[in-house]
């Protein structure tokens, strides 16, 4: 099976709430665990300047969100988990992503023109006091994504069109400049994308709505007897139809508990009754990883630490991607055009072998210089089409694979930077 890459990013401008661990971190730690995947999982604290100028809630929002994904379970080992402003690399595409971006598209971003629809709606300028840095949000967010050549990009509903435009900045940038990216897709899970607030809508900050994810067990007790109902006695039987705490608990309950729940509103549960059924079943998932949480944001240090290495090996991918990037649209070391580059003495390269199996398929295998097996083929029906496989491989690396691993599957055998490594090498001895 090929290997399929997720990333997402969390904006650092707050604490985070139920939605954010419904909607976002327990699905995306789950995914990270399964097998044939990759995941890459940042704080977006580059996002967060743009709507917070609040040095110390940066920091601090930094560390919560570092520390709850921790608790609910994310493996540093296995995710790639890091800060966003420690890849400098980030930035740097940012700006060459800008240059094939159209102006217009950004002009259409949601985000930006609900501010300027703001803005005319009360008489005021149409661009008052809103930052450049909110116009080039979907620009630094394709960063984020093409940065790591992501396949799978679990968001909220409200992203859809940033990765669209990421998929467009892909595009443009291939088209100019050669096979680089790969046109990255959104995941919506739609059970639980969104969770409900205090009032019934959308979780959200920015409705100042939201259950801190961690809480305390007073506090959230108190704030789940705090949601909106409707003013049906007991007795009466009510709807789950629009009610945002039956919402809420369907988001943490099995499809059994959720049922049951049901048959009871339709009995005329009271809503106090129901509401303390919810705050039992939300405590009983989140009293552990509340546990944990409360041990790492004692440790700050520790989550620096995890996050540094997380950096580390985040950069062992972006700058050598970074350096193709430069040399694709043209940032290059100086050099005589006409003179040859010097042939230095023949070093061993990795090598594709093709072979006939006995079912009468073609395939093929990439093995190191050294002899190791990289990538797998599984059987293509004639010659031909496996050398053409080949062939693209051989000029578009790493993007091919990706491209080419959902229609013939190609195994990975090695890790996603040995292989990068051995396309490169490939491709510069095909440029000697
Ligand atoms: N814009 C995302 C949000 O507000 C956060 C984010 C930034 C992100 N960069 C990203 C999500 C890259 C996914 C991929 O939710």
Not at 23 to 39: H, K, M, T, Y
Not at 289 to 311: S, T
Not at 344 to 355: C, D, G, N, R, W
Request: glycine letters at 6%; aromatic letters at 8%.
């Amino acid at each position: 099976m090929a290997i399929t890459r997720f990333l997402t990013g969390i904006t650092t401008s707050g604490t985070p709430h139920l939605g954010n661990y419904v909607g976002s971190i327990r699905p995306s730690v789950q995914a990270s665990l399964g097998d044939n995947v990759e995941s890459f999982y940042f704080l977006a604290d580059y996002h967060a300047l743009i709507k917070v100028d609040d040095p110390v809630r940066i920091q601090r929002s930094t560390l919560e969100i570092a520390a709850s994904w921790l608790a609910c379970g994310l493996d540093p080992e296995k995710v790639v988990f890091y800060r966003q402003s420690d890849i400098p690399e980030i930035p740097e595409l940012c700006w060459m992503l800008t240059c094939v971006t159209g102006k217009g598209i950004l002009n259409r971003a949601h985000a930006y023109k609900a501010s300027v629809d703001k803005n005319q709606q009360a008489g005021n300028d149409p661009d008052a006091d809103i930052n450049a840095g909110l116009f080039m949000y979907p620009v630094l967010m394709g960063a984020d994504i093409l940065m790591f050549n992501a396949h799978k990009v679990p968001v909220g509903r409200d992203q859809v069109q940033h990765l669209e435009m990421a998929r467009d900045m892909a595009n443009a940038f291939n088209h100019r400049y050669g096979n680089l990216f790969f046109p990255p897709q959104e995941v919506i899970d739609d059970n639980v994308a969104t969770l409900p607030g205090l009032d019934g809508r959308k979780m959200s900050k920015s409705y100042d709505n939201t259950i801190p994810l961690f809480a305390s067990e007073d506090q959230l007790k108190k704030l789940i007897f705090s949601i909106l109902t409707d003013s049906k006695e007991p007795g009466q039987a009510k709807d789950t139809q629009g009610s945002a705490l039956f919402e809420i608990f369907k988001a943490f309950a099995s499809e059994a508990e959720t049922i049951a729940f049901a048959n009871e509103y339709a009995q005329g549960i009271a809503w106090g009754q129901a509401k303390q059924k919810v705050f039992d079943r939300l405590n009983l998932e989140l009293s552990p990883l509340r546990q944990r949480y409360e041990a790492l944001i004692q440790n700050p240090e520790a989550i620096e630490k995890v996050l540094l290495a997380g950096a580390l090996k985040a950069r062992k991918l972006a700058t050598p991607f970074m350096q193709q990037i430069r040399h694709a649209v043209g940032l290059r070391a100086m050099q005589a055009v006409t003179q040859k580059k010097v042939k230095t003495e023949k070093i061993a390269l990795p090598s594709f072998k093709q072979y006939r199996e006995s079912t009468g398929l073609f395939h093929f295998k990439l093995l190191s210089a050294q002899g190791d097996l990289l990538l797998q083929s599984e059987g293509f029906s004639s010659p031909k089409e496996a050398g053409l496989a080949i062939k693209n491989l051989q000029i578009n690396g790493s993007v091919a694979m990706m491209e080419l691993g959902d229609l013939v599957r190609l195994e990975a055998q090695a890790s996603q930077e040995q292989l990068s490594e051995a396309f490169e090498a490939l491709k510069q001895a095909a440029e000697e």
